[in-house]
């Protein structure tokens, strides 16, 4: 008797550690696939931000210098 009580708890032991490892791997599953998801634009948030975004508007000699740099203006103008 004392015996069949025992299998008995061990079973309910084995089918509730059973119930806790299927439950913690499918949230584990669905965290994994929602962190690995495919990033939509617009759906993430930019932290951060210039401090003085006014600094931007007139853009300084040595911008407008490397500006036309890039775009190759002073070749031309040697032409």
Known sequence: ?????TYGILLLSLVGAAWFMLKKAKAN???MM???APKVAGDDTLEGGAKDPEQFDEPDDD???EM???LGLDDEEED
């Open 1 to 5: 008797m004392t015996t069949n009580v």
């Open 29 to 31: 599953k669905e965290a």
């Open 34 to 36: 929602a962190e690995n």
């Open 63 to 65: 911008a407008l210098d």
């Open 68 to 70: 036309g740099d890039l």
